[in-house]
């Protein structure tokens, strides 16, 4: 297996958040659960990092440590070079966007923006000059003086934010602040997430589960899965070079293959054959030795369905079925008697020809389709 990256930041540029070997633990002996587990990153001055995994991978854990709500069990945690496990939240210049909000219900949307500048106490002049700023930030500036209540559920992430960024944090921490939104809101204020964190220069760390969200907006990603950084890397990397099996099948949708690995050439790629006889060439990945036992993972969009015969497509198929999905249509096609494969084409770029259930087929693979995953 790779070994998995936790850099990737320039070298000599300043570490926003360094994480060393954190480790924490909930309970003792034998109910004791282990949320983080050896865990070591580091996230650039200026970065939009994504902590991304399903429930319970230790992402929230992670951002509640950086935080201050919890207490490591072992380990460090530097911010901008100093040592801040010790410090209590409230001494620590970072702040956090929750997934509800927590305005206060009573407060126009300027006071709320101005609550912390005064716990801090700062001068009033200067404190209604911030909240000015902020509200032109984020385009709210005709609704200061309404309460949460009669604003959209957009308008009130707005506000958190405003209030997050008010003081002049060095790092945003944001925890599922999107979740409570629908669809079509949560889209558009993806993009606005990623402007307004541009716009400030201050470091987001960013916790999800959902994938579409990381892809977007992330210079980096962080897959987590029970406690352990699965992969770091850009959205590019994540998605196109998985290092294992789980981070190929959490981001986004795959084929995964059960192989043997046959030969490897002296050009660096390997030869791996299916149980169905579906011989696949791939890449090398780490040091796999012949006879092997491995997977392989393919894109649905790095397939495409031709007719039998037609040009180097030698892998036969049978469409099962097809969805039409608007953009692309999802076709799951058979190899043998038992492997499915899911084949996605963009409508705009189809041929006059279609297949439908019961069509004989076969598969083409575009170049560098097939990823080798040992581990």
């Known amino acids: 297996m790779e070994s998995v990256r936790t850099g990737g930041t320039d070298q000599g540029a300043v570490s926003a958040v360094e994480v060393r070997n954190a480790v924490k633990t909930y309970g003792a002996g034998e109910r004791a659960v282990t949320a983080l587990n050896d865990v070591s990153l580091e996230i650039g001055d200026n970065e939009f990092f994504t902590l991304l995994g399903p429930s319970g991978c230790g992402k929230t854990t992670m951002l509640r440590l950086i935080a201050g709500f919890e207490e490591l069990t072992r380990g460090e945690i530097r911010l901008y070079g100093e040592e801040i496990a010790t410090l209590p939240p409230n001494k620590r210049p970072v702040n956090t966007v929750f997934q509800h909000y927590a305005l206060f219900p009573h407060m ?46 957009g308008q009130q992430q707005r506000v958190a934010l405003a209030r997050a960024l008010a003081p002049h944090p060095k790092v945003l921490l944001l925890d599922e602040p999107l979740s409570a939104l629908d669809l079509k809101l949560r889209q558009a204020m993806r993009l606005e997430l990623k402007q307004l964190q541009e716009d400030t220069g201050i470091t987001f760390i960013f916790v ?23 992969q770091i890397g850009s959205a590019t990397e994540i998605y196109e070079t998985p290092l294992n099996r789980f981070v190929a099948d959490f981001i986004g949708d795959t ?52 007719p039998v015969g037609q040009g180097d497509a030698q892998i036969a198929c049978r469409v099962e079925r097809l969805v039409y999905l608007g953009t692309d249509t999802q076709y799951l096609v058979s190899i043998g008697n038992d492997l499915k494969i899911s084949v996605r084409v963009q409508n705009a770029h189809r041929s006059s020809l279609s297949f439908g259930p019961g069509d004989e087929a076969a598969l083409k693979l575009d170049v560098g389709a097939v990823r080798l995953l040992t581990d």
């Not at 907006?217 to 899965?225: E, K, L």
């Open 208 to 230: 999800t589960h959902d994938q579409e969200e990381a892809l977007t907006m992330s210079d980096r990603i962080a897959v987590m899965s029970a406690g352990l950084v699965q």
């Open 108 to 153: 126009s949307v300027a006071d709320n923006i101005a609550f912390g500048l005064q716990r801090l106490g700062q001068a009033a002049p200067d404190v209604k000059r911030r909240v000015g700023e902020m509200l032109d930030l984020v385009q709210l500036s005709a609704l200061a003086d309404r309460r949460p209540t009669q604003l959209s559920g």
């Open 255 to 306: 084929n995964l293959i059960d192989v043997t690995v046959e030969d490897q050439s002296p050009d660096g790629k390997v030869t791996c054959r299916a149980e169905q006889g579906m011989v696949l060439t791939c890449d090398r990945v780490g040091e796999p030795s012949a006879g092997q036992a491995a997977h392989v993972s393919i894109r649905p969009e790095k397939l495409s369905l031709v």
